[in-house]
């Protein structure tokens, strides 16, 4: 696996993502994002994003925006070690980060928990 600082060519991968049925439900905050706003959000704060990569293709992403943490893995990849790969990497590039997690979200808390990331829940 590989942690690559995101570029355009990720950006529908991220946009589709964080829209997808299946991990909606796991954000504090659900949202219908055109391709238009995705590229705007990511054009002011692609620095701080970042897309895994398995064997080339885009399993994951996360950012960090204000210091809160934001990731996401491909349903097809979830509990295969993804989320703990991405987590533990954007620890070590942002110590002071931490995450919001839905109270429901007990995957998300326990992956937190195992990379030692401070997180509230909400």
Do not use: W
Request: hydrophobic share 35%; aromatic share 14%; with cysteine.
């Amino acid at each position: 696996m590989d942690l690559v600082p995101i570029t355009p060519e990720y950006y529908e991968f991220v946009r589709l993502l964080r829209t997808h049925p299946e991990t909606q439900s796991g954000f504090i905050v659900s949202a219908t994002i055109t391709s238009e706003d995705q590229s705007a959000y990511m054009e002011k704060h692609s620095l701080n994003y970042y897309v895994c990569l398995l064997y080339g293709s885009p399993v994951g992403y996360i950012g960090v925006v204000d210091g809160d943490i934001r990731f996401c893995t491909e349903p097809d990849f979830q509990g295969m070690g993804i989320g703990t790969f991405m987590l533990l990497k954007i620890k070590d590039k942002y110590p002071e980060a931490y995450g919001q997690i839905k109270k429901e979200n007990k995957s998300s808390q326990h992956v937190f928990d195992k990379c030692g990331v401070k997180y509230k829940v909400i």
